[in-house]
């Protein structure tokens, strides 16, 4: 690689980057700590779901979403083709090749993109799961290969926590994503428990409706606990990363569960300082 390609490649993870921090996601909390190529990785990744999800959820994006779904297709097959122009692309490019990260993960997570432009209707929860894994367990598959994991298992692992955290994802913006169309709790759920969509975008809490969101939150503790159970001993160290994720998103999970989840309203955060000390705790505990 010549200096003039190694400085166009250091832009480009450089915007990565830049794409991390101004998302407030708790993904750069988690993976602060790691060596620069693998943050870098990690970066690229990041910056392309998130301008993927962008394209299904940001409202300042003018045009056809779905055109620019496709064009955003396009730039994945550039980049796995050695022949994109954008800095998103030209990282990404990089870091497939270092981590060996399959093509068909990323056009499975572009599938979850779609599935949210089209609104599609998730009527069951075997419905959701299939969603989460698009939007979410896709993203752990990639990671988990970035930090080195070896064991089969830890992609078994990626699946759960991925799952896992997107429920609680569901959970939290359940009001903001019914306001603006989306309902994600399945349907059959929302008849079981005798809960009309309109309710929840009125922001008024029932019992019926408490019920169905701790129900969900238990969905969500379980696969937590089965991701743990499926984590390979010998590479626990290696996805410590990966670990600390998980640990911010379970404790987001019970700051709900011990506010009664408020989920009808804004979405409820962790502030950054304690994102922050969760990892730390991670590391620290591995070290």
């Known amino acids: 690689m010549s200096s003039a390609e190694a400085a166009a490649l250091d832009r480009a993870y450089a915007h990565c980057a830049e794409i991390t ?20 990785a990690l970066h690229a990744v990041y910056a392309f779901c998130r301008l993927a999800d962008d394209i299904a959820d940001d409202p300042a994006v003018q ?6 779904l496709d064009r955003w297709r396009e730039e994945l097959d550039a980049s796995y083709a050695g022949a994109s122009e954008h800095p998103v692309g030209v990282a990404l490019a990089d870091a497939a090749r270092r ?31 299939r969603y989460c894994y698009r939007v979410a367990s896709t993203v752990g598959l990639l990671i988990v290969r970035i930090l080195g994991a070896r064991q089969p298992r830890a992609l078994q692992y990626a699946e759960r926590m991925g799952i896992a955290v997107q429920l609680t994802n569901v959970l939290r913006d359940v009001g903001e994503d019914a306001v603006e169309g989306r309902i994600y ?15 929840l975008r009125e922001g008024k809490m ?5 019920l169905l969101l ?14 743990e159970r499926l984590m390979p001993e010998e590479d626990r160290l290696a996805l ?15 700051e709900l ?3 009664g989840f408020p989920c009808l309203g804004p979405s409820l955060r962790l502030s950054k300082p304690r994102r922050l000390g969760i990892a730390a705790r991670t590391f620290v505990g591995f070290a």
């Open 21 to 40: 921090a101004r998302s407030g996601s708790s993904f750069a909390a988690a993976f602060w700590m790691l060596p620069k190529p693998r943050r870098r």
């Open 185 to 199: 709790l399945p349907r059959e759920d929302l008849a079981r428990f005798g809960v009309r969509p309109e309710t």
């Open 240 to 254: 410590r990363p990966a670990q600390a994720m998980g640990g911010i998103y379970r404790a987001l999970l019970d």
């Open 99 to 129: 981590y060996q990260l399959p093509k068909d993960v990323f056009e499975d997570l572009l599938r979850g993109v779609e599935w949210d432009l089209t609104g599609a209707t998730i009527e069951s929860f075997p419905d959701l799961e």
């Open 214 to 227: 701790a129900t969900t939150a238990e969905r969500a503790r379980i696969r937590y606990e089965e991701a």
């Open 257 to 259: 569960h011990d506010r």
């Open 206 to 210: 029932t019992e019926e409706i408490r």
């Open 63 to 68: 045009g056809d979403r779905k055109r620019l």
